[in-house]
């Protein structure tokens, strides 16, 4: 049920008022329940009161990293280990398609050393160049400009080399400041002409996983399903993509839009042709918004 045209975008006064027709809340992390660096204390007791109130909830991250690491990661950072038992991420999505369908193939790993862990145990055979490769995983990027990455990329991508983005994100927040991401290389290789394979929000797949990984059917109602994000690029692009509804945190990667929405919402809501109008005409249009995630 993605929100339609003629819809009044709601300002949602917290979490609880959802609750009482939601069975799964899949829930964003960065941006939403931390910035990088610390947790936010609100949206861990909104998570925590919503499954006191019986709803089920599971994190999906664009992390291109395995769950059990990103899991070890929030324990670390301060979130209760009771609410980090079903983690969806990007990374495992990704490593999952690498041992299905590229066993045994050159693997080109474009991205940082330190993000080893996503490659480990895998079976392929490392190559140290993109025109060595059969399939390129990309977990960050390789320069610090996107456009570097061209001549980089350029033989691969004449070659339609399959390149697995394992985090489709084109930005993040790290505290106050702003870092590309691994999905604005993936965008240069598509206008490339290069095949490009996304793991991660917003695919339908990506939303799906998350009801296998809590043991929910797959043909549980979209209805009763919630997404809550702060990307309308990728997250509400995954509710609408799924068919269920979104929460967009506004306060995250598109705060400087936030005030301007509350500057026009009239009787609690902003209509789409509005939102659209701050947000850009090709994003995704949530159901509702709120600043930061609270119960």
């Known amino acids: 049920m993605p929100n339609s045209k003629g819809e009044l975008v709601t300002l949602g006064q917290g979490l609880r008022s959802f609750c009482s027709d939601t069975k799964l809340i899949i829930c964003d992390l960065w941006g939403v329940m931390h910035n990088g660096e610390s947790p936010y204390v609100s949206a861990i007791n909104a998570i925590a009161a919503a499954r006191r109130a019986g709803v089920q909830t599971v994190f999906l991250s664009n992390a291109p990293r395995p769950r059990d690491f990103v899991r070890q990661q929030l324990a670390a950072m301060g979130m209760p280990e009771n609410l980090l038992d079903f983690i969806v991420t990007s990374g495992g999505l990704a490593r999952d398609e690498v041992r299905t369908q590229f066993h045994g193939s050159k693997l080109y ?14 079976p392929v055979d490392f190559v140290g160049h993109p025109d060595e490769a059969e399939v390129i995983l990309a977990t960050d990027l390789d320069f610090a400009r996107v456009e570097d990455h061209r001549p980089w990329l350029a033989g691969a991508a004449s070659r339609k080399v399959p390149f697995l983005c394992a985090n489709p994100d084109r930005v993040v927040h790290v505290g106050e400041k702003l870092y590309l991401c691994a999905g604005s290389i993936a965008d240069l290789y598509g206008r490339m002409g290069g095949e490009v394979h996304w793991f991660g929000k917003p695919t339908k797949f990506a939303l799906q996983s998350c009801l296998g990984e809590c043991g929910m059917p797959q043909d549980t109602n979209p209805g009763a399903i919630l997404m809550i994000g702060d990307s309308l690029q990728t997250d509400m692009a995954g509710a609408a993509e ?35 109008s701050i947000f850009g005409a090709r994003k995704a249009v949530p159901h509702a918004i709120m600043k930061q995630l609270s119960w």
Do not use: M, W
């Open 109 to 122: 790993h474009l991205g940082p050393a330190s993000d080893q862990n996503t490659l480990e145990g895998l």
């Open 242 to 276: 799924l068919g269920c509804r979104g929460l967009f945190i506004a306060g995250g990667i598109h705060r400087e839009e936030y005030p301007e929405v509350v500057a026009v919402a009239e009787g609690g809501g902003i209509d789409t042709k509005r939102f659209k």
